[in-house]
């Protein structure tokens, strides 16, 4: 708020005090005086500023702020610009580049920030830039394409600061694209071997797999090699299963189960894992293994039968014969006396003997040898006389006399010494052999070592080859003892000599000397023949010992990418195919002439590479790839598109490449059996027990009526029979015995089937035989009106008075009630009851379930002992007044 002044402050300078507690500030008046803030000293708003500053242009003249009457601008007070004076004031006009009252500011030109990319250096309305890294232009505006070299081999470049990033072609890879991606190094091929390409591989499969990366495993059960049996895929080959009967690599053979010879007596006939024995007459069984009995009838009249194979052969009795022994044996008719009269007995004969034989059939000649009349050989008996064989070496009537072999004079060189039946021959020197006939042979030894034996007699004689001497051959004759060799050393040989001369002789005794300049040596200069040796004179420019080497200009490579060409004293460069220049330093743009149809050009060294775009190949990418090349469609025909195909499949199959077949067994169409699945189509091999196509039919083991007495229930290759009651036995074969527990207490029991019947003892009834008499009376006309429960009905046994009228019933142990019409008066048959009332059957109209006439009556229900209600309510229903209640005796 303001305040008004106080009078000790100068009224001309303050015009008013502006408070804010605790503070205020004093103002100068407006007239040209320069407001200056004071504090106020106290609560009394005092200022401590006594005076006010007057303004620009103003001076202060007994305190009162009036115009300047000097020039403002001299001096000069604006250090960079123009003065300009008014009222007492100036005001400047800078020079450009400065700024400020006084123009005593450099105006910074940096402030704008010019340099985009780089620090800003000052000058009087000037400025430069110091670029960073990487830029360039006058505000460092400018990037600098670090792509400008080309830098990315493959691939694309794109600008950064002070570098550059490749964005590679499909399938490279490195800073600059230099490397090749190996897209095998995953490896792809599950089972082949990778090759790599550029952005691609291709997989070599093993065999029996297939795909783009081999993961398929060629099914080789596709072609359903296994004629008999279940085909399992195995890698690169199949296994057949073979159904029963059957063999071979592909289920092909049936198994000959004849192999074995199982018909023991016939002939084998194979089926499919079975056999037909066709028996051989006389034959039966199986395996045709069992003997018919021909003996079965007896036919042996007179003896015993032995049974044969079809046959049967009879062992007569002793003095039978015949085929069934039926005819006496006549023993003389085999003339069994050789030398004698046969007499015919019964089962017997005698022999009366020619003279000079003796025995039971006169078949002992006398033996004359019996003496040993022959001394050196063997005695042959005769009729009534002998004759001797006698042995090698002996002769005579009796083999007395030695015979003398020498007499032939058989030893043709040497002396004869007999022996019996034999001779020795002791040969002279030099001879040998059985008879002396065989000159020994000296040289068989080849003891002549270099040179031919001549055999002699006991003796031999070598004649030795040229250059050989001695007894046997064995000195070789030295012609190196001559020295034949003028230049050099001799070596012996057979029959011969050998020089070998000194370095520079030549010839048979190395006689000449060498000429080393015949061969013209020298290539560029002239010959100087010397011993062993020689000395070229090159001619100018050439080099070497045989002057063949041409000075080399091209020694300091100066063919950067080419081929020097020395010449003499020059060179040439023979530029490699891509580069040009006179040293061969430019590589040629074989991109210039964009080859690369339909992908990037990569320029090479006199070649071009084309990274083609995905589906494209060929060396300019001007072929569509033809995905379908590869057979990739298993089992369909292929449709070929821009980097991808499709696949037609055949009926069965399924999946991108047709590589599915479709399993035709996915509906589990067989009903009890296992699905072999096939190409578009399926077969069942049913469990046992089925059969049909889809093995939905139960085959009927039922069929062939195996229960004897009971019903068949079929089963799964089984079958059950539910006997007959009174019937057991896996084929209800056998009757059980239902006397077996002695059910008749006081009677005998007679089996029946599923029953039995008890014949009880005199004083029993009851099916068990186990009661006596039970008796109900009822006022009544029959005993039928027990099922219709009446309160005029009296137990026997009770003592009740019976009343006159009343009949009585006899009820048994199974609540069977016998009626009789006319039922007996109760005064007319009075205890003992022998006769009991409707015994012997009923007629009429009778209450109750009654079969039929003479048929007993059976109650509906079984009733409670106790209280004569029913245990048993099913049949005693309410709505049925007939079997409401039933009634026994206690």
Same mark, same amino acid.
């Given at each position: ?32 005086? &320069? ?20 303004? &620009? #242009? ?29 009222? +007492? ?7 450009? #580049? ?18 985009? !990319? ?55 890879? +490195?800073?600059?694209?230099?490397? !090749? %991606? ?35 495993? %060629? ?38 189960? $004849? ?48 049974? #044969? ?27 069994? $006396? ?24 006169? =078949? ?151 000429? =080393? ?80 149809? *339909? ?98 039919? *139960? %085959?009927? =083991? ?36 239902? $006397? ?8 005998? $029991? ?21 009661? +006596? ?67 012997? #059957? ?9 079969? &039929? ?6 109650? &509906? ?30």
């Amino acid at each position: 708020m303001a305040v008004p002044i106080p009078p000790m402050v100068k009224p001309a300078f303050v015009l008013w005090v502006y408070l804010e507690e605790p503070n205020a500030y004093c103002f100068c008046a407006a007239r040209g005086l &320069a407001p200056v803030s004071g504090q106020i000293g106290s609560l009394h708003y005092t200022c401590i500023t006594s005076s006010c500053t007057c303004n &620009a #242009g103003y001076e202060d003249v007994d305190g009162v702020c009036t115009i300047s009457s000097s020039d403002p601008c001299q001096p000069n007070p604006c250090q960079n610009g123009q003065c300009v004076g008014s009222l +007492g004031t100036f005001t400047c006009s800078c020079n450009e #580049g400065y700024t400020g009252t006084l123009c005593d500011t450099d105006i910074v030109d940096c402030a704008s920030n010019p340099c985009q !990319n780089g620090n800003c250096v000052d000058g009087v309305n000037s400025y430069s830039c110091n670029c960073n890294t990487g830029y360039t232009g006058v505000n460092c505006q400018i990037n600098i394409d670090d792509c400008a070299s080309n830098p990315c081999q493959n691939g694309n470049c794109v600008d950064g600061l002070n570098s550059y990033t490749c964005n590679c072609n499909p399938g490279y890879t +490195g800073v600059n694209c230099e490397t !090749n %991606i190996d897209e095998c190094s995953s490896h792809p091929c599950q089972n082949g071997n990778c090759v790599d390409g550029v952005n691609s591989y291709t997989c070599n499969c093993n065999p029996g797999y297939t795909g783009v990366i081999c993961e398929t495993n %060629i099914d080789e059960c596709s072609s359903h090699p296994c004629q008999n049996g279940n085909c399992v895929d195995g890698v690169n080959s199949y296994t057949c299963n073979c159904n029963p009967g059957y063999t071979g690599v592909n289920c092909e053979t049936n198994i000959d189960e $004849c192999s074995s010879h199982p018909c023991q007596n016939g002939n084998c006939v194979d089926g499919v894992n079975s056999y037909t024995c066709n028996c051989n007459p006389g034959y039966t069984g199986v395996n045709c293994e069992s003997n018919i009995d021909e003996c079965s009838s007896n036919p042996c009249q007179n003896g015993h039968c032995a049974d #044969g194979v079809n046959s049967y052969t009879c062992n007569c009795n002793p003095g039978y014969t015949g085929v069934n022994c039926e005819t006496n044996i006549d023993e003389c008719s085999s003339n069994p $006396c050789q030398n004698g009269h046969c007499a015919d007995g019964v089962n017997s004969y005698t022999c009366n003997c020619n003279p000079g034989y003796t025995g039971v059939n006169c =078949e002992t000649n006398i033996d004359e040898c019996s003496s040993h009349p022959c001394q050196n050989g063997n005695c042959v008996d005769g009729v009534n006389s002998y004759t001797c064989n006698c042995n090698p070496g002996y002769t005579g009537v009796n083999c007395e006399s030695n015979i003398d072999e020498c007499s032939s004079h058989p030893c043709q060189n040497g002396n004869c010494v007999d022996g019996v039946n034999s001779y020795t021959c002791n040969c002279n020197p030099g001879y040998t052999g059985v008879n002396c006939e065989t000159n020994i042979d000296e040289c068989s030894s080849h003891p002549c070592q270099n040179g031919n034996c001549v055999d002699g007699v006991n003796s031999y004689t070598c004649n030795c080859n040229p250059g050989y001497t001695g007894v046997n051959c064995e000195s070789n004759i030295d012609e190196c003892s001559s020295n034949p060799c003028q230049n050099g050393n001799c070596v012996d040989g057979v029959n011969s000599y050998t020089c070998s001369c000194n370095p520079g002789y030549t010839g048979v005794n190395c006689d000449s000397d060498i000429d =080393e300049c015949s061969s013209s040596p020298c290539q560029n200069g002239n010959c100087v023949d010397g011993v062993n040796s020689y000395t070229c004179n090159c001619n100018p420019g050439y080099t070497g010992v045989n002057c063949e080497t041409d000075i080399d200009e091209c020694s300091s490579n100066p063919c950067q990418n080419g081929n020097c060409v020395d010449g003499v004293n020059s060179y040439s460069c023979n530029c490699n195919p891509g580069y040009t220049g006179v040293n061969c330093e430019t590589n040629i743009d074989e991109c210039s002439s964009n080859p690369c149809q *339909n992908g990037n050009c990569v320029d090479g060294v006199n070649s071009y590479s084309c990274n083609c775009n995905p589906g494209y190949t060929g060396v300019n990418c001007d072929s569509d790839i033809d995905e379908c090349s590869s057979n990739p469609c298993q089992n369909g025909n292929c449709v070929d598109g821009v980097n991808s195909y499709t696949c037609n499949c055949n009926p069965g199959y399924t999946g991108v490449n047709c590589e599915t077949d479709i399993d035709d067994c996915a509906s589990n169409p067989c009903q009890n059996g296992n699905c072999v699945d096939g190409v578009n189509s399926y077969s069942c091999n049913c469990n046992p027990g089925y059969t049909g196509v889809n093995c939905e039919t *139960n %085959i009927d =083991e039922c069929s062939s009526n195996p229960c004897q007495n009971g019903n068949c229930v079929d089963g799964v290759n089984s079958y059950t029979c539910n006997c007959n009651t009174g019937y057991t036995g896996v084929n209800c074969e056998t009757n059980i015995d239902d $006397c077996q527990s002695n059910p008749c207490q006081n009677g005998v $029991c007679v089996d029946g089937v599923n029953s039995y019947n008890c014949s009880c003892n005199p004083g029993y009834s009851g099916t068990l035989c186990d009661i +006596g008499m039970f008796l109900l009376f009822t006022s009544t006309s029959s005993c039928g009106s027990i099922l219709s429960y009446s309160n005029e009905t009296v137990d026997a046994t009770t003592g009740e008075a019976v009343q006159d009228g009343w009949i009585m019933c006899y009820i048994d142990s199974d609540d069977t009630a016998y009626l009789d019409t006319p039922c007996v008066d109760l005064l007319q048959d009075v205890p003992p009851y022998d006769k009991f009332g409707c015994w012997h #059957g009923c007629s009429g109209s009778q209450e109750g379930p009654a079969y &039929a006439d003479n048929e007993i009556i059976k109650l &509906a229900c079984r009733p409670n002992t106790k209280n004569n209600e029913a245990l048993n309510d099913d049949l005693c229903s309410t709505g049925d007044t007939t079997f409401g209640v039933c009634i026994r005796l206690l």
